[in-house]
């Protein structure tokens, strides 16, 4: 059971009682990073850098819709992106070839698969949504790559991996680039899995604004 306790504290001072809160302040910091029971019963749960950019009903919607075929069958017949991908993997197959290789959000597994036929040593496939059951199984279909890749189902910022990586592929990119914000979830698979020196694949994005004046669409959203 948890219980509910009024406590009274009296302060002599001012500075006593700016100290006091301060020493508490960090404490609940860190009772909250290390999850772990308080002494009223109560848990308080670990929180990832995932939990703080997002809120969990938008993070509940976007995992449901990354988690239907529906929508990974639409970016795989994408053709422009998934050939672009699959050319910039085995172009560059040297770079590929005995590596250890993180895939970001692996959705479907299909840059995965790349690395893999690519001559990747193994291959740690990451995807947080339901869709990490289906990858299991569309890897599983290609019997002579799937020894080499293990999905994991779980955020970059939670899971954790037997060893480091020695590339990352991923394909973060949202409307203007920033959209969803699964550049930031790209950017601390970085700093927890590269080694040192490691390659990213893409490694550069670049945003092109320019202005433009259409005044039926300012009328439009000047009404709303």
């Known amino acids: ?46 929180k990832s850098k995932f939990d703080y950019k997002i809120e969990p009903s938008s993070a509940k919607m976007y995992f449901h819709y990354y988690g239907q075929l529906l929508h990974q069958q639409n970016m795989l017949q994408d053709y422009v992106r998934t050939g672009t991908y699959y050319a910039a993997v085995i172009e560059n197959r040297v770079d590929f070839t005995g ?63 037997a060893e480091k990586a020695d590339i990352l592929i991923s394909e973060p990119m949202g409307t203007l680039l920033v959209n969803e914000r699964m550049l930031e979830s790209y950017i601390i698979a970085r700093d927890r899995f590269l080694v040192p020196n490691g390659k990213m694949f893409p490694s550069i994005g670049r945003i092109h604004m320019a202005p433009f004046s259409d005044e039926y669409l300012f009328v439009e959203i000047a009404n709303k």
């Open 99 to 161: 590596r250890v290789v993180v895939d970001v959000g692996a959705g479907s597994g299909i840059l995965s698969l790349f690395a893999a036929q690519a001559g990747a040593k193994h291959v740690y496939a990451v995807e947080a949504s339901e869709m990490a059951e289906y990858a299991r199984k569309l890897i599983a279909g290609n019997p002579a790559l799937a020894q080499r890749i293990t999905v994991i189902k779980g955020k970059v910022e939670e899971v954790e991996l």
């Open 1 to 46: 059971k948890s219980y509910s306790r009024a406590v009274t504290i009296q302060f002599r001072n001012e500075d006593e009682s700016r100290d006091f809160h301060s020493a508490f302040e960090q404490w609940q910091k860190d009772v909250i990073q290390a999850g772990i029971h308080l002494p009223n019963g109560a848990i308080a749960a670990s």
